[in-house]
């Protein structure tokens, strides 16, 4: 998509605060660095690709506000989607929707299942 339209691309990842420390005896997130991300792309044939691609990573407790801050600018953001039980999804709002909530540009939802 970034050759096709000459696009400007940025990679965001959010890091809960508290990722990769220990929490009163049980797993936390893990941490991703840069490198993990980068590791990725190699893993599936993109190594040259992420070499032209900005990763921003941010801590913060509030998902939709931190993308919403990063993403000022942008022509579309794409979003990777998990999935709720329809119980949950009636109780509270999906992290893509309270980003859709706060942002001005369109969202392409990637199902991550």
């Known amino acids: 998509m970034k050759?096709?339209?000459?696009?400007n691309l940025s990679i965001v990842h959010i890091n809960d605060p508290g990722a990769g420390k220990p929490h009163m005896l049980m797993d936390t997130l893990p941490r991703v660095r840069e490198r993990d991300i980068v590791n990725q792309f190699q893993r599936f044939g993109y190594g040259e690709e992420i070499s032209k691609i900005k990763i921003i990573l941010i801590d913060s407790e509030t998902y939709a506000?931190?993308?919403a801050g990063?993403?000022?600018?942008?022509?579309?953001l794409i979003m990777g989607h998990h999935p709720k039980s329809r119980i949950l999804a009636?109780?509270?709002?999906s992290t893509d929707e309270r980003v859709a909530d706060r942002i001005n540009c369109p969202i392409m939802l990637v199902p991550l299942k």
């Open 70 to 76: 990063v993403t000022k600018d942008v022509d579309l």
């Open 90 to 93: 009636f109780l509270k709002d």
């Open 65 to 67: 506000k931190a993308i």
């Open 3 to 7: 050759s096709f339209l000459g696009a």
